[in-house]
């Protein structure tokens, strides 16, 4: 697995830039919560730790990763964020469903970010079982909200950025 390389949670501070003047949007998913509810830690902390302040960060709770990408659009239409960090958990069972719901979220959360133009991150993991989940959300391998976050501050940056130019 590419995870095994690499810990979500260790890159450079120094290439991360300032988030102080960005808003953020969080979408979670309620399912699978003993995991989402750790990637949300990991993304709210990271971005307070490159300047966003509480204030800038609004958080919403969708029932499952299937409803991120309507509720990353529900907070689009009708708030002004820099971007939004979709955080869920899908892990395989024993039908099919796994992969039409990895799929859907996907696509969607790609949709959503095309329709809005504004970064919309897959903060989503998608794993064999609850221990790689585990590992992904502040275990072994570090925590995908970490990651999702430096993601959102990136892309939110680069986005001004071009529109500034």
């Not at 120094?14 to 988030?19: G, R």
């Not at 003047?21 to 995991?35: K, P, Q, T, Y």
């Not at 750790?38 to 966003?52: D, I, N, P």
Request: proline residues 4%; glycine residues 8%; negative net charge.
């Amino acid at each position: 697995m590419a995870t095994d390389l690499k810990n979500l949670s260790l890159y450079d501070p120094a290439i991360v830039p300032d988030a102080k003047s960005l808003r953020f949007g969080i979408v979670v998913s309620e399912w699978n919560d003993a995991i989402t509810n750790a990637l949300l830690s990991g993304a709210v902390e990271t971005l307070e730790k490159h300047g966003a302040s509480a204030q800038s960060i609004t958080i919403s709770h969708v029932p499952g990763s299937f409803e991120l990408p309507m509720g990353a659009q529900i907070m689009l239409k009708n708030e002004n964020f820099d971007a939004i960090i979709c955080l869920g958990c899908v892990i395989q069972g024993e039908t099919p469903h796994f992969d039409f719901i990895c799929e859907a979220v996907a696509n969607g959360i790609v949709n959503v970010s095309i329709m809005f133009n504004k970064p919309v991150i897959f903060g989503v993991l998608t794993t064999n079982n609850l221990q790689q989940a585990i590992d992904r959300a502040g275990g072994k391998h570090g925590n995908k909200g970490t990651e999702a976050a430096i993601t959102a501050i990136k892309m939110a940056t680069l986005l001004n950025q071009s529109k500034a130019e």
